[in-house]
């Protein structure tokens, strides 16, 4: 990442801006919600299970407010340096370079810590301030109090049933956030998305998410071999291995079955409904 020069460069983001519009189904309120939240001046915190449409309301959001997208994969090697900058050393000498949240709020753009839950809570402290009322990020090791752009927004995402979940985070860095609960779309909806994704006809859609509804009733039944069910993501991709000319049954073992785990009685009661739709 080149580091950015004001002035020289009128828009160092520019590379992060969406050109064209995400394809984005609004589940029910998830736009209302954000764009309310955002114009309050509030960090959003989006919470739902894997695939069900967290990140591409982040880019349709970034797109439709067109602000640059700055995406950070969060992990437990992440460190407030990561977020935030560090002093480099090259042929010139030493320079500073800015962090991903730095960056976003100097320039304006959305920060979006994706998995924010898997990141150490030390790391993430230093967003504190600009997570509130304060707007302001403090550089330490460059002596600079940085405040943020006017649209600089903080959106973070986790997965409740992952293990910790919101309480491996800290209560003050979840008060910070208004949160908004995303899950896999009403079934009208879910078939517009995978037909519309999927290059496939909305009646071979429709069979999809009906198969996809009987694992979540398997996974939501606490069945322990089965952490959660198929994602609108594993639909999406099991239509895109018909359009590539797999038979329903085998694009459904490859994309759906398979991918949801390793238990054999798990993996036999996945087939079986397979074959029953297909
Ligand atoms: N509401 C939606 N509108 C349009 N497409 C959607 C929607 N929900 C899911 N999809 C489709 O499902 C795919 C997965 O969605 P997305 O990447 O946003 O999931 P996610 O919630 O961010 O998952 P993860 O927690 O694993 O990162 C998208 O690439 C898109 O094809
Ligand atoms: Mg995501």
Redesign the pocket.
Known sequence: MAEPRPGADEDPLRSWRLGREP?????GGQIEAFEAACAAGSPVLLK?P????????VEFMAWRLGRPLVTVACNEDLTASDLVGRWMIDAQGMRWRDGPLALAARFGAICYL?EIAEARADALVVMHPLADTRRALVLGARNELLRAHDDFLLVA?Y?PQHAGGAQALKASTRQRFCAIA?DY?APELETD?VSH?GGVERSFAARLVELARRTRALGSAGDAALEEGA???ML?RAAQLVRQGLAPRQACLHALVEPLGDDPEMLGALRAATELAF
Do not use: A, F, H, Q
């Not at 894997?50 to 309301?57: D, M, N």
């Open positions: 394809y984005y189904v609004d589940p739902g894997t695939g069900c449409g967290k990140t591409r309301l994706d995402s997965n995303c779309p998305i994704e994602s609108t993501r999406v």
